[in-house]
């Protein structure tokens, strides 16, 4: 979960942690940032690693079914750009 440690800050702060939803605005980009460290890294190997990654950025969020299913199968960052902002969340 890459926003624990806002979630806890903000709880502490104001009592309530911000919804998934509200905070998604941001995830795109650093999904796809994360997917391009990735490849830098450690080339194609890195990109089947970051499968897992996808999975966990998008639980919980609107329609992540559908994007789950499709990135299982990437092999590059472009398939992952095509996946992320094709999909509204």
């Known amino acids: 979960n890459p926003f624990i440690f806002s979630e806890k800050l903000t709880s502490r702060l104001i009592g309530d942690p911000p919804k998934r939803r509200a905070?998604?605005?941001?995830?795109?980009?650093?999904?796809?940032?994360?997917?391009?460290?990735?490849?830098?890294?450690?080339?194609?190997?890195?990109?089947?690693?970051?499968?897992?990654?996808?999975?966990?950025?998008?639980k919980g969020l609107p329609n992540a079914k559908k994007l789950r299913l499709e990135a299982v199968k990437i092999e590059n960052v472009e398939d992952v750009e095509k996946i992320l902002y094709k999909r509204n969340f």
């Open 23 to 58: 905070r998604s605005y941001n995830l795109k980009p650093n999904i796809l940032r994360h997917a391009k460290l990735a490849f830098e890294t450690k080339g194609d190997h890195g990109i089947i690693e970051f499968r897992k990654h996808l999975l966990a950025y998008t």
